[in-house]
């Protein structure tokens, strides 16, 4: 399996900055894709950034322009980095990672999740 250990959220400011980072630990196999989505109350989980193991990006509208990926493949670790918060920005960020087992298997896991909070 794979264990992803989450840090970074708490409470930010509007207009300023949070830098979320989820380390993977495990079954860790070379082809993957690690990302970070949110879930604010009575929403979807919806994805807010990914990444993958050859560094191609995808990001949620919402966040273009404010908020960056990246990763340290030789860590196995995600980096999200929060610019310009709004207040809608609040919501449970979980880490995920999807993992190329084989041609025919994959495997996916989330992190436990943490709360970013993001005041007027």
């Known amino acids: 399996q794979v264990r992803l250990v989450e840090s970074g959220g708490g409470l930010g400011q509007a207009g300023g900055s949070l830098r979320l980072s989820c380390a993977a630990s495990?079954?860790?196999?070379?082809?993957?894709?690690m990302g970070w989505y949110r879930q604010a109350p009575g929403k979807q989980r919806d994805l807010v950034a990914d990444i993958s193991s050859g560094g191609s990006t995808n990001y949620a509208d919402s966040v273009k322009g404010r908020f960056t990926i990246s990763r340290e493949n030789a860590k196995n670790t995600v980096y999200l980095e929060m610019n310009n918060l709004k207040p809608e920005d609040t919501a449970v960020y979980y880490c995920?990672?999807?993992?190329?087992?084989?041609?025919?298997?994959?495997?996916?896991?989330w992190g436990q999740g943490t709360q970013v909070t993001v005041s007027s």
């Open positions: 495990g079954s860790i196999f070379s082809i993957n894709v």
């Open positions: 995920n990672f999807k993992r190329r087992n084989s041609w025919w298997s994959g495997s996916e896991y």
